[in-house]
């Protein structure tokens, strides 16, 4: 499913979508298209990007291909999602360490738009961080890594 979602294949590609995207949220899906996963995740995005078309622009972004933002967002797992708003990185209280991505596969469609609807929301109220809308129960469970500590 992730030849119907648009990809980012440089850093220029991705400063560039980060900046245009604007009065919608940006929804940045780091992984790669041979992880099973993430092609879980694909499903869910395609199935929901023209539901969420007035509120939400989603890209793709292998992992391999922007090391610079792989780097700087921390991603030691994959898939991870991060979320923009006009230009500014939207934090979520997922009730776990990291506000600053969402990590795995969401369970369903509708807890995605549950959290494009509240991101969106919040954004347009000046909110930097919102509270996931999402069952605790449905969000992943991982151990932050810190390298080279």
Known sequence: ??????????????????????????????????DPVCLQLDDILAKTS????????IYLVDVNKVPVYTQYFDISYIPSTVFFFNGQHMKVDYGSPDHTKFVGSFKTKQ???????????????????????????????????????
């Open 1 to 34: 499913m992730s030849f119907l979602l648009p990809q980012l294949t440089c850093k220029k590609e991705v400063d560039q979508a980060i900046k245009s995207v604007a009065e919608k949220v940006l929804v940045l899906r780091f992984g790669r298209d041979s």
């Open 50 to 57: 023209h539901d969420l078309s007035k509120m939400a622009v």
């Open 111 to 149: 807890d995605f738009i549950d959290l494009i609807e509240v991101i969106y929301r919040g954004a347009m109220r000046g909110k930097l961080i919102v509270r996931s809308p999402i069952d605790p129960n449905n969000i992943p469970k991982y151990d932050l890594l810190y390298q080279g500590i």
